[in-house]
């Protein structure tokens, strides 16, 4: 399955309007940005959180006036900032196959561009017609930064199995939510449908990141389309590494949270990961929440929508990059 799968078919005119008003977010502004902009959006991603947007408004009578696209758009430009901010507090030289904004232009362009996306995004959330969407979009960035600070500021050590999903639920989850809650609610959905894409939504994120933190784990560079082990080498403990010191012991807990590690010790230690079965373990956990999204759909009006839905949470999960 590919990204132009199945589950594109039914909003792929609106994915591609978005694509199209993507490439256009840095038209008229500074140069720099008009070029990071090129760079970001010349080649679309796997554009999972706008496919989820359109496909949830479907539930909702009013789907066809709301201004849909404008969500996609502004919660993928909200996305798409969180990263260029995320690979500058990383380091991170790569992502899909190509050189980051901080590694391309430096950290000063990359903040200023990633501000510059999220103000873009703020425009277009400000012009929705419901202030209950504009305030969610709102409390998902609180959500995205208080996911992000809980890692870099925490204490150094192994965090609890517990602690890693709630981490996990502020920095990933909580935007594919607002993306189908979002979508739902502009599109007026009754509420126990809003409710119910909420928390397929959180449920399809949670899914989703284990599965993201097994492929750093378990991927290769080229597929990936970034370096491999880079949650290891900076010593951010992710699920399969949290399940894999159950067998490998505190002094190897210590070791996988040094921030700093050469190259030769993040392959043994990639080794030593690979050895348990921390990863297969994460692989079962990622499936359980996989499940209980699916288990969500199947409450939802029976049309060709949740079946997109169905098909885009199997994709999410059983990807190679």
């Known amino acids: 399955m590919t990204a132009t799968a199945g589950f594109r078919t039914l909003v792929s005119a609106e994915l591609d309007e978005l694509e199209r008003r993507l490439r256009d977010v840095g038209r008229g502004a500074h140069p720099t940005f008009a070029a990071t902009v090129a760079h970001l959006f010349g080649s679309p991603g796997k554009m999972l959180r706008p496919t989820l947007v359109l496909l949830s408004a479907r539930f909702g009578p009013s789907y066809r006036d709301a201004k849909i696209v404008d969500l996609a758009e502004s919660l993928e430009l909200v996305h798409t900032a969180s990263l ?4 500058i507090i990383d380091g991170s030289l790569m992502r899909r196959n190509q050189a980051t904004v901080n590694a391309r232009w430096g950290d000063e362009v990359a903040v200023i561009s990633g501000d510059y996306l999220f103000a873009k995004a703020y425009a277009l959330a400000a012009v929705l017609p419901k202030p209950e969407v504009i305030s969610l979009v709102a409390q998902t960035v609180f959500a995205l930064c208080d996911g992000e600070l809980k890692e870099i500021t925490g204490e150094p050590r192994v965090p609890t199995e517990r602690e890693y999903l709630e981490r996990i639920e502020l920095k990933t989850a909580s ?13 007026d959905a009754d509420a126990e449908i ?5 928390s397929f939504g959180t449920n399809f994120g949670l899914a989703f990141q284990i599965a993201d933190d097994v492929l750093d784990l378990d991927g290769d560079d080229e597929t990936l389309g970034k370096h491999v082990g880079q949650d290891l080498e900076r010593g951010m403990l992710t699920l399969p590494m949290i399940y894999a010191l159950d067998e490998l012991g505190p002094v190897v807990g210590r070791r996988f949270l040094a921030a700093r590690k050469s190259s030769e010790e993040t392959r043994d230690l990639l080794k030593d990961v690979r050895r348990t079965s921390g990863i297969d373990r994460a692989r079962e956990r990622a499936g359980h929440f996989r499940s209980l999204a699916l288990a969500v759909l199947e409450t939802l009006p029976d049309q060709p929508e949740r079946d997109a839905l169905a098909e885009i949470t199997y994709f999410a999960t059983e990807r190679e990059r």
């Open 175 to 187: 935007l594919y939510a607002a993306c189908c809650q979002g979508a739902a609610m502009l599109a």
């Open 194 to 198: 809003v409710a119910t894409l909420g």
């Open 84 to 87: 260029v901010h995320d690979d």
